[in-house]
């Protein structure tokens, strides 16, 4: 049975919007070939509570889908650091 969960994005603001654009899709594939895609949401660019590497703000997308675990274990190995 598929559970529902919800991915937030952080994506550099200052990336080109080529680069932004082909992370969004990417991760919009993998839940896509994995599980099926609820909702998707551009919440725009926020201020951070915490600098991450120097940097006071993100482009914020959250993502909605349903899926087996295994695809989390499949992006969290493509999304890590």
Do not use: C
Not at 13 to 19: L, M, Q
Not at 20 to 32: D, H, K, L, P
Not at 47 to 63: G, T, V
């Amino acid at each position: 049975m598929a559970t529902l969960y919800d991915l937030m994005l952080l994506v550099d603001p200052n990336a080109p919007e080529e680069r932004q654009s082909e992370i969004v899709g990417n991760v919009r594939s993998a839940i896509e070939g994995g599980g099926s895609l609820v909702g998707e949401h551009d919440w725009g660019t926020r201020r951070l509570a915490y600098e991450i590497d120097h940097r006071p703000e993100a482009a914020y997308r959250l993502f909605q889908f349903e899926a087996e675990p295994a695809l989390l274990e499949r992006l969290q190995h493509n999304l890590k650091i």
